[in-house]
Structures are given as structure tokens and as C-alpha cells.
């Protein structure tokens, strides 16, 4: 009885167009997160996946100050920081966590003045910060689906070069691989799902969802494109039941998705603490 209940109240909030686009934005951030998020995993730069994320706020505030939509704003702006802490790192030889560092905040410091001198009340700043994806536009799904289309084709395209990088770095480079070059244009990958996923989790908890999903994958499989398949599985799990729990306790959704994925990752770090697993 419980069951029939449960599965008409999931029928009953599917007809409102707002639960729609949520469930939607889901299943595209879905996507990126699984993809990009394996490459942050294998490579160990979550911190600067991190470090791209805080900056961009810079752009939500430079969108709200010239009243457009602040994901144009986010995502030049996010490409901005991911170029510019790659080539600090690689180029100007500044060490890495002090380029993120710089960028991080000198990001959100920028954010915070546009939205100060923006007029009037900035009232979805709080989703952008910590997430909403109710408040998902049907227009917002679109770019999303864009920004998917074009991650995949890149990804497809430098799949072999990304491979090498991923695992053997020095390897690749003695090989004659532009290593610099595949670095920033990964570093850009992050950097669009990052806008992807700022409606999803926002800002503050992008890291989470970029890391968690193919950590877990990386516990069934090696084989990189298993581990893309299997993460982005994860984070589409992760995303519904966070959103239908969010539902039924009326919380932030945001925060339950990353409880949710949180709650699983401890799971399977457990499971495979007392399995004996390597």
C-alpha cells in the first residue's frame, strides 16, 4: 500500500513543469559530472576543480550587474580562471596551490563588488551559492544541454591524448603530446561543468558532486571509459534521490544531493575496508 502511495505521489509532482526541468538538469549535469569528474579523479586536481569554482563567482556577480542571465557571466569568466591558473602553474612556474589560491579569491572578491554595485536585490544569489535546482529555467536546460554536446565532442575527439596525460604525464610529453595544451583545454572542460553543475549544487559544494560519483566508479572499474559510464550513473542517483528526499522533508536540495552522495561514498568505503579490497 506504502509502495502504490509513494509511486502516485512521484506521478502527482512530475506534472508540475518545475520538478520537470529539475529532473532534467539532473540527468544533463549528470553527464559532465561523470566525464570530467573521472578525469579530476585520475589526475588528483580536485583542489583546483575547487579553485575554478570559487573563482567563477566572479562572473555571477559581473551578470547580475549588467542584468543578464548570470550564466553568461559564469562561464567566460570560468574559463578565464581555468586559463589563467593553468598557465601560472605551467608557464610563470607559480606553484599551483598558490595560483588556485589567487584566483579563488580574487574570484569571489569580484563577485561580491558587482553585486554590491548592482541595482536593486540580487534573489537568486543564495541558488547559485548553494544550489537549487527547482528554480531551474526550461531556457537554463538548453545551454546545459549545450555545454554537454560540446564536452562529449571534446572528449571524444582527445580521448586518446587525454588517456596518456591522465595516466603518464612525463611519458606523454617525451612522446611529443602537447601536454600544456590538452592540460588547459581539461582545465576549461572543468570549468564549463562547472556552470553545468552550479545550478545543480552550486558553487560552494561543486567539488562534491565532481569528486564523489567516480570516486565510488573507480572502486568497480579502471578502464577510464567504465569509470565515465559508471560516474555519471552515480551522480544521475545521487541528483533524483537527493532531489525526491529534498521533496519529502522539504530541505535544501542542493545539500541533500551531496548528502546523498556522501552517505554512499562512506558506504562503499566501508564495504570495501572490511571486503579486504585493494
Known amino acids: 500500500m506504502k509502495k502504490r502511495q509513494t509511486v502516485a505521489k512521484m506521478a502527482e509532482i512530475l506534472q508540475y513543469e518545475f520538478v520537470q526541468n529539475a529532473v532534467a538538469a539532473a540527468l544533463l549535469a549528470s553527464i559532465a559530472c561523470g566525464i570530467i569528474g573521472t578525469y ?3 589526475r588528483k586536481i580536485g583542489f583546483i576543480s575547487g579553485g575554478i569554482a570559487h573563482a567563477a563567482f ?11 542571465n548570470p550564466l553568461f557571466g559564469l562561464i567566460p569568466f570560468s574559463l578565464f580562471s581555468a586559463l589563467g591558473i593553468g598557465l601560472l602553474s605551467k608557464k610563470a612556474k607559480v606553484a599551483e596551490d598558490t595560483a588556485i589560491g589567487a584566483f579563488w579569491a580574487a574570484g569571489m572578491a569580484v ?3 558587482f553585486i554590491g554595485l548592482a541595482p536593486g536585490y540580487a534573489p ?3 541558488s547559485y551559492l548553494f544550489g ?3 528554480t531551474v529555467p526550461r531556457s537554463d536546460l538548453f545551454m546545459i544541454a549545450a555545454l554537454d554536446l560540446f564536452i562529449v565532442l571534446v572528449v571524444f575527439a582527445c580521448y586518446k591524448e587525454f588517456l596518456v596525460i591522465s595516466f603518464d604525464e612525463e611519458y606523454a610529453e617525451a612522446s611529443g603530446v602537447p601536454t600544456t595544451f590538452l592540460y588547459l583545454l581539461q582545465l576549461c572542460l572543468i570549468a ?9 549544487v552550486g558553487i560552494v559544494m561543486v567539488i562534491a558532486l565532481l569528486t564523489i560519483p567516480p570516486a565510488i566508479a573507480r572502486n568497480f572499474s579502471r578502464n577510464l571509459f567504465v569509470m565515465m559510464v559508471l560516474s555519471s550513473l552515480f551522480c544521475a542517483c545521487f541528483t533524483l534521490a537527493g532531489l525526491w528526499l529534498s521533496y519529502v522533508f522539504d530541505t535544501a536540495s542542493g545539500a541533500m544531493i551531496i548528502l546523498v552522495a556522501a552517505a554512499a561514498f562512506t558506504v562503499v568505503a566501508v564495504a570495501k575496508r572490511f571486503s579486504g579490497s585493494t
Open 58 to 68: 566572479g562572473g555571477i556577480g559581473i551578470g547580475y550587474y549588467l542584468g543578464v
Open 192 to 200: 564549463l561543468t562547472v556552470v553545468v553543475l552550479v545550478r545543480v
Open 40 to 42: 579530476v579523479v585520475v
Open 132 to 134: 537549487n535546482i527547482l
Open 111 to 113: 563577485g561580491v563588488l
Open 124 to 126: 537568486n544569489l543564495f
